[in-house]
């Protein structure tokens, strides 16, 4: 059983920076799509980016391309997403899933990954 923590949320001002983490367990982590969902108070779970197995291959929702930049240790069995230029409407809790299945590699859908952490608060202020 895979078991997957973020850390890295805070509260930051707009324009700020913050660093997430998900740090991976109990699996095969190098072998693991990789990504990251947020979820806005009174909103669904959204996607936000994801990461192939070896880390050369990226996604990204059109809303955070070019702020956020999503990379993995699989060393560190640990996935990063670094956020710049954040906006208040980054604020959410932010998810990382991951897969075992190399088609669901860049899925933007929350169904097709398997393994799910508890989430880290990110709250940008204006």
């Known amino acids: 059983q895979v078991q997957l923590v973020e850390s890295g949320g805070g509260l930051v001002q707009a324009g700020g920076s913050l660093r997430l983490s998900c740090l991976a367990s109990?699996?095969?982590?190098?072998?693991?799509?990789m990504g990251w969902f947020r979820q806005a108070a009174g909103k669904e779970r959204e996607f936000v980016a994801a990461?192939?197995?070896?880390?050369?291959?990226?996604y990204y929702a059109d809303s955070v391309k070019g702020r956020f930049t999503i990379s993995r240790d699989n060393a560190k069995n640990t996935v990063y997403v670094q956020m710049n230029s954040l906006k208040p409407e980054d604020t959410a809790v932010y998810y990382c899933?991951?897969?075992?299945?190399?088609?669901?590699?860049?899925?933007?859908?929350?169904?097709?990954?398997?393994?799910w952490g508890q989430g880290t608060q990110v709250t940008v202020s204006s």
């Open positions: 109990g699996g095969s982590f190098s072998s693991y799509a």
């Open positions: 899933a991951a897969s075992a299945l190399p088609e669901s590699e860049g899925s933007s859908w929350a169904e097709t990954y398997d393994y």
């Open positions: 990461i192939s197995w070896s880390g050369g291959r990226t």
